[in-house]
């Protein structure tokens, strides 16, 4: 895999993340949008771990 494509699947992930931070910042307690958010974000950890991985 090109170090481009890697370079941009990380910059996606980036963007999902901040877009989630983005909902639990605005999300005023709604525990409906609290909860998937942070799910949203422990996806997108594993995301990050597995590109880290196709780098080594």
Known sequence: MADMDLKEI???IQEIED???GLIDKAQGIQ???RNADRILA???MLKINV???VS
């Open 10 to 12: 990380s910059r996606m």
């Open 32 to 34: 409906a949008i609290l």
């Open 52 to 54: 880290s991985d196709l």
């Open 19 to 21: 877009a989630a931070k």
């Open 43 to 45: 996806s997108a950890k």
